[in-house]
């Protein structure tokens, strides 16, 4: 299940769904707020959704995980909302019965709701100015953002999270 | 015929609202996203910004219909 959250995140529950007895493998990703984004310093960030679709479509990567990769099970949170630096904005956890499925599925959902999930992110700036966050890899290609999916693995230091 | 358009991120802080409805007839949603560009002055060009109908991703020549609801989808950047 795909949750939005706006009180501070708290994976642990979620978290515990993921071991079972048939669970030889649990991948988590947690996504956190940077303190820069492309050597600008941030003081903190707003998420902003679109609720209904973005669980719709949230739940719709969760189920294609599923489909795609020999996992058991795949639970996704994102919060919204202003967020300070060092606090979590999204947890993803896979587990299955070997490990190889359960990093693929975890890598391919954080990958999918980075691209598909209508929530947005305005970065707020020490020296005051922000600025709501482009997808750096279409603007470099040139290629319109409504064409492709778009991994950020071009700068994966700089962008992941 | 009445739709209601949605705006999210930049797209809400230009129109200064959530939400309104539209009475004026329009094809389909690339010719929807042109007049609300020009009235509100969105800084994303239609190629910049996909479109939901009705809670899902549709093509911007999907016809619109009475009741539909349009929401322009900024580009995402969650997580």
Known sequence: MFKIVTAPLDYLDAQNELYRPEAGGVVCFEGRVRNHNHHRKVSHLNYEAFDEMAISEGNKILTEAREKFKIIEALAIHRVGDLQIEETAIWVGVSSAHREAAFLACQYIIDQLKSRVPIWKKEFYVDGESDWVKCLACSQKGIPHSEHQHFHHVEKSEVEG | MTIKVKYFASLREKAQ?????ITEV??????LYLALQEKYQFPLTVE????AINGEYQNF????VAGDVVTFIPPVAGG
């Open chain 2, 61 to 64: 020549d999907t016809a619109l």
């Open chain 2, 17 to 21: 609202k959530n939400e309104e409805e």
């Open chain 2, 48 to 51: 910049e910004v996909k479109v």
């Open chain 2, 26 to 31: 329009f094809n389909n949603a690339f010719d």
